[in-house]
DNA sequence: TTGTAAGCGTTATCAG
DNA sequence: CTGATAACGCTTACAA
């Protein structure tokens, strides 16, 4: 039952069922041209011996990796987790493995992903975070590797993108505050070196300027798109001499930290001051009072990234091109009317 | 500057360098026989021509895949990306490359799991689930493939095993719940198939017969490790007749839920009754009030779970060992003095 | 220190 | 429908 020949390959199988090599391979590939008869002794022999083909021997024999790099920030992230999982089952699902790599935010271990992707010849790649560098694109072009990215606004020759719609559901959430009485409405970014939390902090200018509502730099706090760095920002952005009555936050976790630095100074959400988080992260339902959010759905990033890299694969047409994905607004119970002053 | 020459391999980085294909691969594998000119000639070509090795020929020459399987249950569930990192990280450090894979708390996942490692020849497998069968142990086994679980409590030939300790932290809050008075523990288990859960469960059971705290059936009921789950199975705890005074729950996910419920139910934690989650995810210090928890460090475990597969694989000894992971109570707002009746 | 050449386990082409 | 056999790109004795 056990005791095991040194190395099960390929040419055991075909001994084992009276055929050779090529039938053995044929047969496992589903390519329909094997006498059915054949075939059952092959799967016969294949079950026997517990056959696994050496999946680097077909790479290099076929010439394709079937793999699909995808690049994320950090798996401890909440945003990632879900994206994750839906890419993958979409990519599994179609015959792919997937070499997931963490950038920990760091431009140098940026490199050493690309690297690692690059020596395994992954036939796509997914690049869901900012700290793309151009080098690295330009290496991926150079071996023809389809790329989808994450509001990177590039689309060129296999390269598509990921578009997020931030202004629709931001200007949502300033409808609503505005709706509520609010005028003076504060913002924390994410930080300035990230290119998604600059496109949400501009849409959110773009949207005070719609209500006509000055804008005040102060009303302006930079957070690290942590909790520790929402709450610090929030900080300051509460003693300032005229603090606003709502808080818009460029991710959820720094609503989060809001919350915090708020309930520290002994006022209440949303009683004294409204807060709207960013992402709809599942957190977000289960903080105290549940947070209003704008929903992006990172599933549908996921299932999208790969459809694109799908595309790109495919395709008779080079050309990448633009998947937009929706924001809107969730209305939960850390808003409500502007406290009259 | 562009402009790429079909496929790009070994050779042609010999030529490049006016050398031997061998000694582009000593030069680049670091085997310190090559002289220092020849080497720096060798790490020119390499460089002007973006030359990276290709991963599956490497691994089918050198018979070694450098690969190390990674099972977990699901990706989305809080307990595994800090599991995951610190494993990653660990492995990453040591020139492994990891092939992460998700169960979804399915067997037939889990087999196809099993199956690309299998082909993928990893060098050693962390098997951070309970979904793992006979059939899939035994392959691995008869292909000597080191193994690490958690929570098997089987050691053996080439399989160790991290083992949480969770009577001491159980017992702790235990202890502590006693001593503020509570006599009606109430208990609320993960899914009776999980092999973890039942470990959780019957440590619960000790801990109470050690303060000659009667068990009642009743106050013990079936959750999931989620939080719909653990609502669920809170309402019914509370609905009996004598409804427990404090309620330990097997994870936070399912305190967290718990903590729903008895909001919902017009109670408050913890004047009314006190709550304590198992784990300490990063969620549970979020919750309002913040949990009183049981500390579980993920990273830990996630780097025990790395040496112990370097032993195994590097080790002139082929036996397993177990690695254990301490837990210990982490006292937050949750927990106060029983009410008197 | 360097080069030559035989594998490694597949796939794919080409005959039969 | 099936079988030989030449790639695929690297590593690693073995020779020089």
Tied chains: 1, 2.
């Excluded at 589903?30 to 026997?48: C, H, I, M, S, Y």
């Excluded at 690049?127 to 991926?140: I, N, Y």
Aim: aromatic share 4%; net charge positive; with cysteine.
């Amino acid at each position: 039952m056990s005791g095991f020949e040194r190395n099960l390959n390929i040419e055991l199988v075909a001994k084992k069922a009276k055929v050779s090599t090529a039938t053995v391979s044929r047969t496992m590939n589903g390519l329909g041209n094997v006498r059915p008869e054949t075939a059952k002794r092959v799967w016969d022999a294949v079950r026997a011996l517990q056959y696994h083909p050496n999946a680097s021997a077909r790479s290099l024999g076929s010439g394709r990796s079937r793999i699909l790099g995808l690049i994320i920030s950090d798996i401890c992230n909440p945003f990632f987790p879900d994206l994750v999982k839906s890419f993958e089952d979409a990519a599994l699902a179609c015959g792919y493995e997937i070499l997931l790599t963490n950038t920990n935010y760091d431009p140098d271990r940026m490199a050493r992903c690309a690297q690692r992707m690059l020596e395994r010849r992954v036939e796509g790649v997914a690049v869901m975070t900012s700290e793309m560098d151009q080098r690295m694109m330009e290496e991926l072009a150079n071996r023809s590797i389809p790329v989808v990215c994450l509001d990177s606004g590039v689309v060129e020759n296999r390269i598509s993108n990921i578009r997020v719609q931030y202004p629709h559901g931001i200007a949502e959430a300033i409808q609503y505050l505005y709706d509520l009485g609010h005028r003076r409405i504060g913002f924390l970014s994410g930080p300035a070196n990230l290119g998604s939390a600059r496109v949400r902090r501009s849409a959110f200018l773009k949207g005070l300027r719609k209500h006509h509502i000055a804008i005040e730099p102060e009303l302006i706090q930079e957070g690290n798109h942590k909790i520790e760095g929402g709450e610090a920002a929030a900080h300051k952005l509460l003693a300032v001499s005229r603090p606003p009555t709502a808080i818009l936050a460029s991710n959820d976790l720094t609503a989060i930290g809001a919350l915090r630095a708020i309930q520290q100074r002994g006022l209440r959400v949303p009683d004294d001051i409204s807060l709207v988080g960013f992402d709809d992260i599942e957190l977000s339902q289960l903080t105290g009072p549940p947070l209003t959010t704008i929903q992006l759905s990172r599933t549908e990033v996921g299932q999208k990234a790969f459809h694109a890299l799908l595309t790109l694969l495919q395709g008779k047409s080079q050309r990448g091109e633009e998947y937009p994905v929706q924001t809107h607004l969730v209305v939960r119970q850390s808003t409500g009317h502007a406290r009259s002053l």
